[in-house]
């Protein structure tokens, strides 16, 4: 798929070079104009309501979860909410309203998850794919989980120039040593990849209090012998972090904390020079 920004890179780094306030003018512009196109005919429909930055309740009583981004938590449960969820969410909320309330549908390969909820890629009512326009506005972070990798390109430039900017999540992007980890959920992880394994149920990256975990599936998208690459080198994995000694699945010896790796993306190297361990 092609992610269409409607102002060229050229005028995006010419930016930087005009004027506070005029480069803030441009910034606006462009942002909400990023998206992907949709590769086959939509089903539009009525949503009933925005549930999070990344769900919807339609008014058939299904429950959408956009494919390839995660919003920031709401508060839960007492809980205070995560910088940007309740930005995130209005965000959809405004998108939706511009769209009077109809959105359409690109269903996944994989149509819904664990829970129940359809996952879709959603469009509003001029085409223009809302998770992109999201992840553009620094709301979200690319989320890549085969098979539901068709619009995988796009989102992935709608997601750097956010970067680029500084926008949202990646004005100061929270990122938490193995050692830092106090529950799971959505994380960001920067450490150094001290041991790689891999064998036929799949591979695992030790990083001392945590360890990544990528299962046979995910595997297949990465090039054979690129962990390896990994050992020795400072990284930032972004994924799903489970707690494992609240689950009765720790065993002495090993790291509490698991990150589930999803996608090649989701992993980016920061040191280019290995350090021996």
Not at 104 to 132: P, S
Not at 180 to 205: C, D, H, M, P, Y
């Amino acid at each position: 798929m092609v992610c269409f920004l409607c102002v060229k890179k050229a005028s995006l780094v010419g930016a930087f070079f005009m004027p506070a306030f005029f480069a803030a003018q441009v910034q606006a512009q462009i942002q909400p104009q990023a998206f992907c196109s949709a590769s086959e005919q939509l089903t539009y429909v009525s949503v009933k309501r925005v549930v999070d930055g990344d769900t919807l309740r339609l008014v058939d009583g299904r429950s959408v979860r956009l494919i390839g981004i995660n919003t920031p938590e709401l508060g839960h449960k007492g809980q205070t909410a995560e910088p940007f969820a309740v930005a995130a969410q209005r965000r959809l909320q405004d998108l939706l309203d511009a769209s009077d309330g109809q959105v359409g549908l690109q269903y996944g390969a994989q149509r819904h998850d664990r829970y129940g909820r359809t996952l879709a890629h959603v469009f509003d009512g001029a085409g223009r794919n809302i998770e992109a326009q999201l992840l553009a506005s620094g709301l979200g972070y690319q989320i890549a989980i085969a098979p539901n990798l068709a619009l995988l390109d796009c989102q992935l430039a709608a997601q750097q120039f956010a970067r680029e900017q500084g926008a949202g999540v990646w004005r100061q992007p929270v990122l938490q040593a193995p050692e830092e980890l106090t529950r799971g959920g959505f994380r960001q992880i920067k450490a150094r990849v001290r041991k790689v394994q891999v064998n036929a149920q799949g591979a695992w990256l030790e990083l001392g209090a945590a360890v990544i975990r990528i299962d046979g599936q995910a595997l297949k998208s990465f090039k054979r012998g690129s962990l390896e690459d990994y050992v020795g080198r400072e990284v930032i994995a972004r994924g799903w972090v489970v707690d494992r000694a609240s689950r009765g699945r720790n065993k002495v010896g090993r790291a509490r904390w698991m990150l589930i790796l999803t996608h090649p993306t989701m992993i980016e190297t920061l040191s280019s020079v290995k350090t021996t361990l």
